[in-house]
């Protein structure tokens, strides 16, 4: 019999404080996933007295147990600090797990082989940072696509690659959930600009978000037939300027799997 596989996400430096907590009733529905929060540590729903662990920097798995779908969420790295925090990470992750790792398209890239390096990251986080500026500044929304194409295009490829990762792969998630968590609500824009900022990473999530509204006016079509993904997303700007961005190269398909831990 296989050891069930989980999808491994993100690592991050943070230290661990692990608590046991007990996954319960899990949902019959075989196409949902269960979203546990917990320390580290949980209790194994297949096994009573075994301890399933996540790895310590890792802030979200996914897989199943028992032919159940769960995803565990580190309450103590991802630092939910109430019901609405909770409530939007939650419609994040769930938008990677069925949406991306469940059958759907986390196209071109994987975990494994999103390129890395100081200057890798430095040239990236500006590159988003120059996108939330060109909304923060005067400019008219039709220029604003071929302003993030043309910065787009002038990256070197390795660091191209990388933010082509994080569109593909965090940018719809993130615009998922601010529509369901806060589209429809009053200020509900500012108070996600207020949760990202508390969140971290900023400018590589909120740049997301505001291009997820800007092609919501203009492009929804593209978006809706083929999906949201990131790369429909990227479509749509160059279709809204007329312009081509410059392809992702070099790059392996493939998830990375791995077995989840279980203590004794």
Same mark, same amino acid.
């Given at each position: ?7 491994l ?10 608590? =046991?907590? =007990? ?29 399933m ?43 990677? =797990? ?48 071929s ?11 390795l ?13 719809? =998630? ?77 790059i392996?398909?493939?998830l ?9």
């Open positions: 019999m296989k050891n069930p596989l989980f999808f996400l993100a690592l991050h430096l943070f230290s661990p404080r692990l608590h =046991a907590i =007990a996954i319960e009733n899990p949902s019959n529905d075989n196409n949902s996933y269960k979203i546990v929060w917990g320390n580290g540590e949980w209790d194994d729903p297949c096994r009573s007295g075994r301890k662990k996540t790895p310590e920097k890792q802030k979200a798995t996914f897989g199943t147990r028992c032919g159940h779908k769960f995803i565990l969420l580190r309450e103590d790295l991802l630092d939910a600090k109430d019901a609405l925090s909770r409530d939007f990470i939650e419609h994040h992750e769930r938008f990677h =797990a069925e949406n991306q790792f469940n059958g759907g398209q986390l196209i071109n890239f994987s975990v494994l082989n999103a390129p890395d390096s100081p200057e890798i990251r430095s040239e990236k986080l500006m590159f988003f940072k120059e996108i939330v500026k060109l909304f923060n500044e005067d400019n008219k929304s039709q220029n604003i696509p302003l993030i194409i043309s910065s787009l295009n002038k990256l070197s490829q660091t191209r690659n990388s933010v082509f990762f994080s569109i593909y792969f965090e940018w719809p =998630a993130e615009y998922s959930a601010y529509k369901e968590v806060f589209h429809n609500k009053a200020n509900g824009f500012n108070s996600y600009l207020n949760l990202r900022h508390y969140l971290g990473d900023f400018d590589t999530y909120a740049s997301g978000v505001l291009v997820g509204n800007l092609i919501s006016e203009k492009e929804s079509m593209i978006v809706a037939k083929n999906k949201l993904t990131g790369l429909a997303m990227l479509d749509a700007l160059e279709n809204m300027c007329g312009c081509t961005y410059k392809k992702a190269e070099g392996e398909v493939r990375i799997e791995a077995t989840l831990p279980i203590e004794d």
